[in-house]
């Protein structure tokens, strides 16, 4: 399984940008997708996931600022980012499980910035 991550760039505060993951697979058949971002000095932190069946989880410092979604028909995992902070500003990378398996694959970063 590959993942292409994609759509970082700069962006002024109260901006917006959605980043994509494109899956090399069915995206269908992976039981969790989600985003994760390392901000330099600062510790892997979860920005969201998103299970098969729809339900959705996001950490603390985004929640209702960003949207995770997927098109299945694209095989596609997005995050939408709206309101973005310069503490927004790190490396994104987005991360897939297959269903019934316990590892997971992850994609190239795409770097945020944003400024203030």
């Known amino acids: 399984v590959q993942l292409q991550a994609s759509g970082g760039g700069l962006v002024q505060a109260g901006g917006s940008l959605r980043l994509s993951c494109a899956t090399s697979?069915?995206?269908?058949?992976?039981?969790?997708m989600g985003w994760f971002r390392q901000a330099p000095g600062k510790q892997h932190e979860l920005v969201a996931t998103?299970?098969?069946?729809?339900?959705?989880i996001y950490g603390g410092s985004v929640r209702g600022r960003f949207t995770i979604s997927r098109d299945n028909a694209k095989n596609t995992m997005y995050l939408q980012m709206n309101s973005l902070q310069p503490e927004d500003t790190a490396v994104y990378y987005c991360?897939?499980?297959?269903?019934?398996?316990?590892?997971?694959?992850w994609g190239q970063g795409t770097q945020v910035t944003v400024s203030s």
């Open positions: 991360w897939g499980r297959p269903s019934g398996t316990s590892g997971g694959f």
């Open positions: 697979t069915n995206i269908r058949s992976m039981s969790n």
């Open positions: 998103s299970t098969s069946d729809g339900t959705s």
